[in-house]
């Protein structure tokens, strides 16, 4: 595969720190140039995920995506990976997808633009580099980007995390478990509830699903509430 191994082979040494790449078998929490990533506060780890070339995704990517929205957020809602629009704006669910995800947080009073209090949220992905011609995200790309989000949660200590179509079911929750059967309970990533509905892509092709996404964002509300 042309998106793995690129850790181990390519040892370039620079002065530039950002510009490391990280050994096979070790993920940027690792080798993070400020130290581990599980102990960096925001500008850190923003520097960290922009510099980032712990895998074969920074060749192909315009810009990294690091997240959108409150530092401190009650919601924290986990996506897949950036696509064609989130590479170029570096902002992440910026197309028709992020369009009918504005609404669907309208709908729960959540605005990606609030800067903190009951409107706040943050809006991350799995993976903070494009896939090319979005495929999916690989085992190892995965792995290797973890860290960052596992530090984001730590940071945002969200309330809920909601967890939007397969891969970031698969990321927080270590499953392969169809959506349909993991939606409409309450699961854990590091203490935080997480609650899995449905990627936007797929509602905006399978609208009859979207009852079950407000269902979903329902039961989110009532979990954020401390009532779920
Ligand atoms: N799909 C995602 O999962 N994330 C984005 O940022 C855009 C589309």
């Known amino acids: 595969r042309a998106d793995i191994g ?3 082979v390519n040892t370039v040494s620079t002065a530039n720190p950002a ?3 990280a050994p ?3 993920s940027p929490a690792d080798t993070g140039a400020n130290g581990p990533v599980a102990s960096m506060g925001w500008p850190a780890l923003r520097e960290a995920v922009h510099g980032c070339q ?3 995704l920074c060749h192909g990517r315009t810009q990294t995506v690091f997240g959108v929205g409150a530092e401190r957020a009650d919601w924290l ?8 629009q989130e590479d170029l704006r570096g902002e992440p669910f910026v197309g028709p997808a992020g369009q009918l995800l504005d609404a669907m947080l309208r709908a729960v009073g959540k605005d990606r633009q609030a800067p903190a209090g009951e409107q706040a949220v943050f809006i991350a992905n799995v993976l903070k580099c494009r896939p090319p011609g979005n495929r999916n995200p690989t085992p190892d790309e995965v792995a290797q980007c973890e860290p960052y989000l596992r530090r984001q949660v730590e940071l945002v200590q969200p309330k809920l995390i909601l967890a939007l179509g397969r891969f970031a079911v698969q990321a927080l929750l270590n499953t392969s478990e169809p959506i349909g059967r993991l939606r409409q ?5 590091q203490g935080v509830p997480v609650i899995v509905s449905y990627h936007p892509a797929y509602l905006l092709r399978a609208l009859p699903e979207k009852a079950k996404a407000w269902q ?5 509300m009532r979990v954020a509430e401390g009532q779920g």
């Not at 309970?185 to 990533?189: A, D, L």
């Open 6 to 8: 690129t850790a181990g």
């Open 185 to 189: 309970q309450v699961h854990r990533y």
């Open 54 to 56: 712990a895998c074969g």
């Open 77 to 84: 809602v986990v996506g897949e990976a950036p696509g064609e």
């Open 24 to 26: 096979a078998g070790m």
């Open 216 to 220: 979903d964002l329902c039961l989110a």
């Open 19 to 21: 510009a490391r790449v």
